[in-house]
């Protein structure tokens, strides 16, 4: 808002309440309210991150390491806290990973910003340096980057499994890994460019609660959590002619809104007549069209159900409309919406296989489309962490297909890329060039935290890692596990060079967009501490969240 206001009005006539805050003080007070954002998720970066327990006012709860997830619970209502949490949100939209280190870079620029800003360098000046440094590096990004393609599972799977390590997904991770690659593969297309195209509308994800993770399986077209409407009904097929229906098999509306006037047990009888006959008739369309299956998004009368049993036909009602959406891709099926227009056409042939718990369809199309992913949990919270783990992994997987490009990982790739900035940094004159150089620290304050995060010395680490990588080891990054420098591509640390690409620009373009702001104008209380040096919450930002940062 105070972006806004501050350009070209003459004059404010500001309420009794309003506040205003200017230049440095002004800076302050958004730099440490962005760092504080930064700082609550710091913790959960990398394989030895911690977890968040976020609890709703309504008390429901969740445990995550996501970073996009965690600051969208958070309730932020802090303006420029905001901003921080829409870099996690473009992060996850754009990338499906790498949200919680384009948020802690972002921290870090600002937190640098704030050091050159207090040797009273221009705003101006640093902003143009981090545009310039932000450039280079997403060039250098593309130049480090090896090219990978799709039918390489080895290298998806690492960066599956990367993606995934320090996740809920953790422990089945090899197993898990390897179905997201599968699932990737069985909906990927080849474009007429030679391009790879990931059609993830052929991929669905059914989670189910009750058995270990490691269960969980990759199923060729799609899982349908539903029961047969009435019992008598065959389950099994093993090809059968299936109806995608979204119209009710049930009287029609305008009949039982009409009142009726029954004068007499005859006419009652009449009217009865009349409503079985047409819940017959329905049913007759559906018979006459050679059916054998109806999955329909509405209702089922009783009396249908039990005419559709008598004539053998399998239907399931009130259907999500998700899954008969995918169940048209998976069969090649039109959705029919309404009855009287149904023809043979309007079929398609499929098989159905009933699942052993007798809680699942499994239904298959002829030249089979799509794919599911069944996903299981010991309890709710483990799949729901489950989940957002392998979506994770999914959307890495599909954007290393059709992008065709990785990384090494473990903070190798920002190690390389500071290096490369420091030298860089050198053609660029005036105050810009400290911005670059401080650039360059912020983007290795992914390996220091990951270094942090798993209690080994940041410090002396990082100094192996410069070392490594001025001696040419562009892949030398962190083992967490073995506390030593590694070759993260042996070690198979890969990540996506998409996702860093996207990370640096917009914790880039969030760092400038803090800094342009020199004037904030409130019509209410700006109750806050300004200029914190801890990075804790700013006052009164976090709505009930208040004390996370850096407490966990
Ligand atoms: P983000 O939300 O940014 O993806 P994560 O918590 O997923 O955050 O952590 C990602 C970071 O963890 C990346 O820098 C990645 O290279 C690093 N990482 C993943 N696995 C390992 C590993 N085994 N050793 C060291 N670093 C790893
Ligand atoms: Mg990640």
């Known amino acids: 808002m105070s972006q806004r206001m501050q350009q070209g009005q003459p004059m404010i006539i500001m309420g009794e309440d309003a506040q205003r805050v200017q230049d440095k003080d002004a800076q302050e007070y958004n730099i440490s309210a962005a760092r504080g954002v930064a700082e609550s998720v710091r913790s959960t970066l990398g394989p030895k991150g911690m977890d968040k327990m976020l609890v709703t006012s309504t008390g429901d709860v969740t445990i995550t390491n996501d970073g996009v997830t965690i600051l ?5 209502d802090n303006p420029t806290a905001e901003m921080v949490v829409e870099v996690a949100e473009t992060q996850e939209d754009e990338a499906g990973d790498g949200t919680t280190s384009a948020v802690a870079i972002a921290g870090e620029l600002l937190k640098n910003a704030q050091d050159l800003l207090e040797q009273d360098i221009h705003p101006t000046a640093v902003i143009k340096g981090f545009n310039l440094a932000s450039e280079y590096a997403r060039e250098q990004v593309d130049e480090v980057a090896t090219r990978v393609d799709p039918d390489d599972t080895e290298t998806l799977r690492n960066v599956a499994e990367t993606s995934m390590t320090g996740k809920g997904a953790e422990l089945d991770k090899e197993t898990l890994a390897d179905l997201v690659v599968r699932a990737i593969q069985g909906v990927t297309v080849e474009a007429d460019d030679g391009s790879h195209v990931v059609d993830l509308a052929n991929l669905n994800i059914e989670t189910r609660t009750g058995r270990a993770a490691g269960e969980s399986r990759l199923l060729s077209g799609a899982a349908i959590d539903k029961d047969p409407v009435h019992e008598d009904m065959p389950t099994d097929f093993e090809s059968a002619n299936v109806l995608l229906l979204n119209d009710p098999i049930e009287v029609e509306e305008a009949d039982v809104d009409t009142s009726v006037n029954v004068d007499s047990p005859d006419q009652l009888q009449k009217f009865l007549d009349q409503e079985e006959e047409q819940l017959r008739e329905k049913v007759d369309q559906i018979v006459d069209s050679g059916a054998d299956v109806v999955f329909c998004q509405k209702g089922i009368d009783d009396l249908a159900q039990h005419y559709l049993a008598k004539e053998g036909i399998l ?33 398609a042939v499929g098989s159905i296989e009933r699942d052993d718990d007798e809680e699942l369809f499994y239904v298959e199309g002829e030249d089979a ?18 989940e957002r783990g392998i979506q994770d992994a999914i959307d890495v997987v599909s954007t290393t297909v059709s992008d065709g490009r990785t990384l090494p990982g473990g903070g190798a790739v920002e190690v390389e890329i500071a290096r490369r ?10 105050r810009e060039q400290l911005a670059v150089e401080a650039f360059a620290d912020s983007l290795e304050l992914i390996p220091r935290v990951l270094a942090e995060n798993a209690g080994l010395d940041a410090i002396d680490l990082l100094v192996d890692l410069r070392a490594a990588h001025e001696a040419g080891d562009r892949n030398a990054g962190l083992d967490v596990f073995a506390d030593e420098v590694v070759d993260t591509a042996d070690a198979g640390v890969v990540e ?3 996702a860093k690409e996207q990370a640096i620009s917009s914790a880039a373009e969030a760092a400038n967009l803090v800094l342009k702001i020199d004037d904030i104008i409130s019509a209410g209380d700006l109750s806050t501490s300004g200029g914190d040096d801890e990075g804790g919450a700013p006052g009164g930002g976090m709505g009930g969240m208040g004390g996370m940062g850096g407490a966990m």
Do not use: C, W
């Not at 969208?72 to 932020?76: A, K, L, S, V």
């Not at 239907?315 to 227009?341: C, E, H, M, Q, Y």
């Open 369 to 386: 489309h799509g794919v599911t992913l069944l996903l299981y949990g010991t309890t709710e919270h483990v799949v729901d962490e489950l």
């Open 315 to 347: 239907a399931v009602r009130r259907t999500k409309k998700s899954d008969l959406t995918f169940l048209k891709n998976v069969l090649g099926a039109p959705i029919v919406t309404d009855l009287d227009s149904l023809t043979a056409d309007d079929l």
């Open 496 to 498: 996506t060079a998409h």
């Open 72 to 76: 969208q619970e958070m309730d932020i």
């Open 421 to 430: 900035l420091r030298d860089y940094a050198d053609s660029v004159s005036g």
